[in-house]
């Protein structure tokens, strides 16, 4: 059967706790994927759900958005879907990386502790993925355009040595599902990110889109994507597209796409 409905959970989180910078790009990201969904000839999507932290603050330095409700808000979305949806989780702000290459995406509410350490708000991908396996929906697309520092909060590289000088891997093929839990029959999940190197952080996540959702966006809404002329453009050719173009405003960037097919 084809896909009944295109729903769309889209996150952006701007600030956060002590210790941890904004991401001032968040919310525009997520405005202009939102119009870019909407669009009857781009991606009518039928459902989009919203949520930004700007919005909902009502006082300036105020973090509305904490990790219980997101996690609560990802859960309930998850189990809203059908079998012939096609859902969509796009989240633009700060992750985090554990000692043993464990990832985490940051809540407004999620700060460094006083030993340097981001605290237990932080919501572990496991969790993530968890989330998404309740989901019936048989067509999931995860993209994370964030910054993903150590649990120190210092921005890194794809691959940096822990405390004791061994290298420790992102495992990004982690996010496709849970440990010992297989993907329902006919089920297809792909998971796509920027490279998490400094330069990511410290140039693109501006005031501005940032580069990563810029290129998406590019990609869907003009069609460059669709370097076949095929009249339609799919995960992969938006992921080829990103690769082309920041291979050339930064070199030192590899974006990530997770696929098990």
């Given at each position: 059967?084809?896909?009944?409905?295109?729903?769309?959970?889209?996150?952006?989180?701007?600030?956060y706790?002590?210790?941890?910078?904004?991401?001032?790009?968040?919310?525009?990201?997520?405005?202009?994927?939102?119009?870019?969904?909407?669009?009857?000839?781009?991606?009518?999507?039928?459902?989009?759900?919203?949520?930004?932290?700007?919005?909902?603050?009502?006082?300036?330095?105020?973090?509305?958005?904490?990790?219980?409700?997101?996690?609560?808000?990802?859960?309930?979305?998850?189990?809203?879907?059908?079998?012939?949806?096609?859902?969509?989780?796009?989240?633009s702000?700060?992750?985090?990386?554990?000692?043993?290459?464990?990832?985490?995406?940051?809540?407004?509410n999620?700060?460094?502790?006083?030993?340097?350490?981001?605290?237990?708000?932080?919501?572990?991908?496991?969790?993530?993925?968890?989330w998404?396996?309740?989901?019936?929906?048989?067509?999931?697309?995860?993209?994370?355009?964030?910054?993903?520092?150590?649990?120190?909060?210092?921005?890194?590289?794809?691959?940096?040595?822990?405390?004791?000088?061994?290298?420790?891997?992102?495992?990004?093929?982690?996010?496709?599902?849970?440990?010992?839990?297989?993907?329902k029959?006919?089920?297809?999940?792909?998971?796509?990110?920027?490279?998490?190197?400094?330069?990511?952080?410290?140039?693109?996540?501006?005031?501005?889109?940032?580069?990563?959702?810029?290129?998406?966006?590019?990609?869907?809404?003009?069609?460059?994507?669709?370097?076949?002329?095929?009249?339609?453009?799919?995960?992969?050719?938006?992921?080829?597209?990103?690769?082309?173009?920041m291979?050339?405003?930064?070199?030192?960037?590899?974006?990530?796409?997770?696929?098990p097919?």
């Open positions: 059967a084809g896909i009944v409905a295109r729903n769309a959970l889209l996150i952006g989180i701007q600030d706790g002590q210790g941890i910078a904004p991401v001032r790009s968040a919310p525009k990201d997520i405005d202009a994927l939102h119009d870019a969904l909407n669009h009857p000839s781009v991606g009518y999507f039928h459902s989009i759900q919203v949520v930004k932290d700007e919005e909902i603050s009502s006082e300036p330095g105020t973090h509305p958005i904490d990790s219980a409700e997101l996690a609560a808000l990802i859960q309930a979305w998850c189990r809203s879907h059908e079998p012939d949806d096609l859902a969509l989780l796009y989240i702000g700060q992750g985090f990386r554990g000692v043993s290459g464990e990832l985490y995406v940051a809540a407004s999620t700060y460094l502790d006083p030993t340097g350490l981001v605290d237990s708000t932080a919501i572990p991908f496991y969790s993530l993925v968890q998404l396996d309740q989901s019936l929906a048989r067509e999931q697309v995860v993209v994370l355009d964030c910054c993903f520092s150590d649990h120190y909060g210092n921005p890194l590289g794809q691959d940096q040595p822990n405390e004791d000088g061994r290298e420790v891997r992102m495992d990004w093929s982690s996010l496709i599902h849970s440990p010992n839990v297989t993907l029959e006919g089920s297809h999940r792909v998971v796509l990110a920027p490279s998490a190197t400094a330069n990511y952080y410290s140039d693109q996540k501006s005031d501005r889109l940032s580069m990563y959702t810029r290129y998406w966006l590019e990609g869907l809404v003009t069609g460059a994507a669709d370097g076949a002329a095929k009249q339609w453009t799919s995960i992969a050719d938006i992921h080829r597209y990103v690769c082309q173009q291979a050339i405003a930064l070199p030192n960037i590899t974006p990530v796409l997770a696929d097919s």
